[in-house]
Nanobody, 126 residues
Framework: QLQLVESGGGLVQPGGSLRLSCAAS????????IGWFRQAPGKEREGVSC????????DYVDSVKGRFTISRDTAKNTVYLQMNSLKPEDTAVYYC???????????????????WGQGTQVTVSS
């Protein structure tokens, strides 16, 4: 059964760090582009970062460039999102997702996703 399970969210003060994990089962992350998305209350879901299977990129939305880093551990079949210098505006539910199509390039539009994780809450507040 194909599944994506996120973990690592929580409450952190501004300027702090968190590392989110996305453990995949039922497919190999090395063969697909995997994206991180987030959705804040009252806002649309937006693509945050993506790592492709072709060694191109990774991609980041402008608001997180220089602060967030996406990576992949093929042995653990897991994708990570390291988030540093967190800001209150980073507060959201974070989702990992599989981009449709094996060996596809990154596409950070929600309509490109064929499987979503359940999400993990990240709250940045003092």
């Amino acid at each position: 059964q194909l599944q994506l399970v996120e973990s690592g969210g929580g409450l952190v003060q501004p300027g702090g760090s968190l590392r989110l994990s996305c453990a995949a089962s039922g497919f190999t992350v090395n063969y697909y582009a995997i994206g991180w998305f987030r959705q804040a209350p009252g806002k649309e879901r937006e693509g945050v970062s993506c790592i492709s299977s072709r060694g191109v990129g990774p991609d980041y939305v402008d608001s997180v460039k220089g602060r967030f880093t996406i990576s992949r551990d093929t042995a653990k079949n897991t994708v990570y999102l390291q988030m540093n210098s967190l800001k209150p505006e980073d507060t959201a539910v974070y989702y990992c997702a599989r981009i449709r199509g094996a060996w596809s390039l990154c596409d950070m539009r929600a309509r490109s996703v064929d499987y979503w994780g359940q999400g993990t809450q990240v709250t940045v507040s003092s």
